[in-house]
């Protein structure tokens, strides 16, 4: 009881759905919603801003936008910040959340600056993937972001959120992110506004243990809520 996600995330066109059906549940879980052309950002940028808006007029107080890889493989970096700008101001008051697709970006270096300028360009949380790429959350790119968060925390005096994605499917794992998280940020990040896991498997096995911790047993399936 009194154990939920930080958001459910859905596309776009359900955020009006999903809005209803937790009122109705009397749930006051936020809505996010994977905007921009999710999951490869390669449609107009004028239907990825609208895109956005949409969503938040719908009932989102939480848009996950993805950046166009292509504007970091080709150094594009004022190009990106620009995009994301954009983004930031379609959002609104919503939270803005920018997955930057570590899988398809090339060298490390390429997610540091990717990192900073999504930080830089008003990112309330930067996320590791969409969970749709070959290679998603790994540990090497999170430290990578994670001392960019860092930086970019000495510098400015903000706090940005970190969100890995893709490939975190138990409860084991993610104690391993915990205690990254807990290494090179701190206790002051292990709080949903500053840290998410994106993982929806994950739930599943969560749910097993918090049963098993009750219980003295594992669930079988259809003990589960979500089944």
Request: glycine share 8%.
């Amino acid at each position: 009881k009194g154990i939920t996600t930080a958001a459910v995330c859905v596309y776009p066109a359900r955020v009006c759905d999903a809005v209803k059906a937790l009122k109705a549940a009397g749930c006051s879980i936020p809505v996010a919603a994977v905007a921009t052309g999710f999951p490869a950002g390669q449609t107009h940028l004028k239907t990825r801003l609208e895109e956005i808006r949409l969503a938040v007029e719908d009932g989102a107080t939480e848009i996950d936008v993805v950046i166009n890889r292509t504007l970091v493989l080709t150094g594009q970096w004022e190009a990106l910040y620009d995009e994301i700008r954009q983004f930031r101001k379609a959002c609104g008051e919503a939270h803005l959340k920018t997955i930057l697709a570590t899988g398809e970006l090339g060298p490390l270096t390429n997610v540091y600056k990717a990192s900073l300028i999504a930080m830089m360009a008003g990112s309330d949380f930067i996320k590791t993937s969409t969970g749709k790429e070959t290679v998603n959350a790994t540990f090497p790119v999170a430290i990578v972001m994670l001392r960019a968060i860092r930086d970019f925390f000495w510098k400015t005096g903000n706090k940005v959120g970190f969100k890995p994605a893709g490939g975190i499917r138990t409860a084991k794992d993610s104690l391993a992110w915990l205690s990254l998280i807990k290494e090179e940020l701190g206790d002051e990040w292990l709080t949903p506004e500053l840290f998410r896991i994106g993982a929806s498997s994950l739930l599943s096995d969560i749910e097993r243990q918090i049963y098993h911790h009750v219980t003295g047993r594992y669930a079988a399936y259809h003990d589960l809520p979500m089944s």
